[in-house]
């Protein structure tokens, strides 16, 4: 079992930054890749970056490339999302998603999410 904790939400202005930071804990696990997937009010869950433990390698959203920043601590087990410049279209619950080693079983774990509300 691994436990989930994102952190760092909050209500901004448009043109403001933002970091949120991610979490993984327990036992007996390692991390293959770590990524934050946001839903809106009304809309479907979405990607938005992911990253590769092991050589750091990340991908992102057409939507959040060139803002967002995708970057990882291997020690803490802790995935950083900064959001640079942001837009009252980036109003979402942030969610993180850990797939991790448990023995030879590659699984997923979501966090309970982060509230982020761009607006004037």
């Known amino acids: 079992q691994v436990d989930v904790e994102e952190s760092g939400g909050g209500q901004v202005q448009p043109g403001v930054s933002l970091r949120l930071s991610c979490a993984a804990s327990?036992?007996?696990?390692?991390?293959?890749?770590m990524e934050w997937f946001r839903q809106a009010p009304g809309s479907e869950r979405e990607f938005v970056s992911r990253?590769?433990?092991?050589?750091?390698?990340?991908d992102y959203a057409d939507a959040v490339k060139g803002r967002f920043t995708i970057s990882r601590d291997n020690a803490k087990k802790t995935v950083y999302l900064q959001m640079n410049n942001l837009r009252p279209e980036d109003t979402a619950v942030y969610y993180c998603?850990?797939?991790?080693?448990?023995?030879?079983?590659?699984?997923?774990?979501w966090g309970k999410g982060t509230l982020v509300t761009v607006s004037s």
């Open positions: 990253i590769y433990w092991s050589g750091g390698n990340a």
């Open positions: 327990g036992h007996s696990f390692s991390i293959y890749s």
């Open positions: 998603k850990p797939h991790v080693w448990e023995l030879s079983d590659r699984v997923y774990y």
